[in-house]
Nanobody, 121 residues
Framework: VQLVESGGGLVQAGGSLRLSCAAS????????MGWYRQAPGKERVLVAA???????RYADSVMGRFTIARDNAKTLMSLQMNSLKPEDTAMYYC????????????????WGQGTQVTVSS
């Protein structure tokens, strides 16, 4: 499975960005998918996750501002980010797993290279 992110960039606080993740390869092996982010000097954390049947989970810090979605063909996942804050600045990674949970624990099998999101104050 290959994952390629796009859509990152520089935006002012209060603005919006939409990240996309294109999946290819053995799509039948993909269960849940998610977006992680890692800020400089900090650990990588789960931002949002979505299962194959549409269950979603969000980090408290993005609840109500970010929306995760995916298509039924498992080829595309997105993260709509609204009301962005400087603390959202990070490298954002698309991830996918063979499993079906959406808990914020290790278990993702496939990772993209990441896309940078920078929010200026």
């Amino acid at each position: 499975v290959q994952l390629v992110e796009s859509g990152g960039g520089l935006v002012q606080a209060g603005g919006s960005l939409r990240l996309s993740c294109a999946a290819s390869g053995d799509l039948f092996s993909i269960g849940s998918m998610g977006w992680y982010r890692q800020a400089p000097g900090k650990e990588r954390v789960l931002v949002a996750a979505i299962s194959g049947d549409g269950r979603t989970r969000y980090a408290d810090s993005v609840m109500g501002r970010f929306t995760i979605a995916r298509d039924n063909a498992k080829t595309l996942m997105s993260l709509q980010m609204n009301s962005l804050k400087p603390e959202d600045t990070a490298m954002y990674y698309c991830a996918a797993m063979r499993g079906t949970h959406i808990n914020p624990i290790p278990g993702y099998d496939y990772w993209g290279q990441g896309t940078q999101v920078t929010v200026s104050s």
